[in-house]
């Protein structure tokens, strides 16, 4: 019987202990920390700028390519010779690639109001008519804005800037500045004015301007409005030949 006492008695010690080391156990155990880390961004800006560079040469591709398949001649016989040397005349004075890429329009009309009704007119129409994008007053001033920067935004964004010389053209304010700023643009992009004498001669073109009587220009008494947009239409390619 007293073994039996013994053995229960160690038992229950044994128990107690076993407890105690369940609880220090439990007591001495720590919730290990977490510890953030904000995951790291990758930068995309190097893959946009090589996406960026290699649209660009796209671009450069296709507009040498543009320049390489552009026609330089016409089939000779199929136009009158007025329309023929105008079109050779024309395709010399066109503007580098670059900068035909950039233009809103295919030509600038400068002229006095004066001539609008017996010649600008039709000849903006029969352009028009043709395809070709024409800056003139009428059609592309817009109400309430500065006169001086839509007429000078025309002119940086032409192709080419057809100058009608007359008696009136060299009487009004507007035509000067706006020959002024043509004249500019050469300097600038090499883009040759078209000039076309409307009712005047030489002689008296010369009275009023010596400088741009030297320049090589048409006479509506010689070339129709006709011969005239023929020619630029070829050189814009706007017809197929």
């Known amino acids: 019987m007293a073994k039996r006492g013994q053995i229960k008695i160690k038992a229950k ?74 079109f050779h005349t024309l395709d010399e004075r066109r503007k580098p690639e670059e900068l035909e890429s950039s233009a809103m329009y295919d030509v600038f009309i400068s002229h006095a109001s004066e001539d609008k009704k017996d010649f600008v007119e039709p000849l ?60 500019s643009k050469e300097t600038v992009s090499g883009s040759t004015p078209l000039p076309i004498w409307h009712n005047i001669t030489y002689e008296e073109l010369y009275e009023l301007s010596p400088t741009m009587s030297g320049l090589f220009a048409y006479s509506t008494d010689k070339y129709s409005i006709d011969d005239i947009c023929k020619a630029l239409e070829l050189v814009l390619d706007k017809e197929v030949v």
């Open 13 to 86: 010690v044994t128990a107690k202990r076993t407890v105690r080391l369940e609880q220090r156990i439990q007591t001495n155990y720590t919730q290990p920390q977490i510890i953030y880390q904000p995951q790291q961004t990758v930068s995309t800006a190097p893959a946009q700028k090589a996406l960026n560079d290699f649209g660009n040469q796209v671009q450069k591709a296709q507009r040498q390519l543009s320049a390489a398949t552009r026609r330089r001649s016409i089939s000779s016989g199929v136009y009158s010779r007025p329309v023929e040397d105008l």
């Open 124 to 183: 903006v129409e029969k352009l028009q008519n043709a395809g070709i994008r024409v800056w003139y007053d009428t059609l592309s001033m817009e109400w309430g804005k500065s006169l001086r920067e839509q007429i000078d935004n025309g002119i940086k964004h032409s192709k080419f800037a057809i100058l009608v010389f007359s008696k009136h053209f060299f009487a009004k304010k507007w035509p000067q500045r706006e020959l002024d700023g043509i004249l």
